[in-house]
């Protein structure tokens, strides 16, 4: 089956880095997504990534490694505002998205 | 950048009654648009798949005929749930893509109660 796994919850301090990971078994790759969703509204496109490596945007950067079936998503200077959940999405080879369960990243001051 | 509207953001029905879900790609041509379901605290559950012009996907225990998909245009998919029931109730959120590589955009949602 297809399966994606991201930690539930995490807790940061505001003004330090995070890292969310996310792990796939997917039939075929065709790119994963990182998306943020705050409480009570529709998710916002944060990243994608196809190729291996590092992508960086701003304060947020996503890494890929297809062989090992692995993304996280970095957060870097963190603000309150980011308190948010982080859904890690796979296109399988059907360019199906496949969701995870989303890691709800609690900030503290 | 891509934008996605959702009518309406929010409706209350009476238990028995249809409710009609729009959702528009303001800025760009559509090729597919997705809806999803998400309760509280969980995560986007996808329901359908649907192609301009063609019959929509539906996901394994959603149920076609309660849950009407129309895309008539390449702007514009409407949702309509029929007879709805308070278990109906939820967050309904549709997205858009361009072409298959492309990110989903979302629309804003719409959360519905029924009463």
């Known amino acids: 089956g297809q399966n994606i796994d991201q930690p539930t919850e995490m807790t940061a301090t505001e003004g330090a880095i995070v890292q969310i990971n996310c792990t796939y078994q997917?039939?075929?790759?065709?790119?994963l997504f990182w998306y943020q969703q705050h409480a009570g509204e529709a998710p916002t496109f944060l990243s994608y990534?196809?190729l291996d490596g590092l992508e960086e945007k701003g304060r947020f950067s996503s890494f890929l490694s297809r062989s090992k079936g692995y993304s996280y998503l970095l957060l870097k200077e963190l603000q309150m505002k980011d308190s948010a959940s982080y859904l890690c999405a796979v296109t399988d080879s059907n360019y199906q998205l496949i969701w995870g369960a989303g890691t709800k990243l609690i900030i503290k001051p | 950048g891509a934008v996605v509207s959702q009518h309406p953001s929010w409706v209350i029905c009476k238990s028995g009654t249809s409710v009609k879900i729009e959702c528009r790609s303001l800025d760009f041509q559509a090729t597919t648009m997705f809806w999803y379901r998400q309760f509280p605290k969980q995560s986007l559950m996808l329901m359908a798949t649907?192609?301009?012009?063609?019959?929509?996907?539906?996901e394994q225990g959603v149920e076609k005929d309660k849950f009407l998909i129309n895309h008539a245009s390449l702007t514009l998919s409407t949702l309509t749930v029929t007879s709805a029931h308070p278990e109906d109730s939820s967050f309904y959120i549709c997205?858009?893509?361009?072409?298959?590589?492309?990110?989903?955009?979302f629309g804003p949602g719409t959360r519905l109660t029924v009463l």
């Open positions: 997917t039939s075929g790759f065709n790119g």
């Open positions: 649907s192609n301009e012009g063609s019959k929509a996907t539906y």
């Open positions: 997205s858009a893509r361009l072409a298959e590589y492309n990110e989903q955009f």
């Open positions: 990534n196809v």
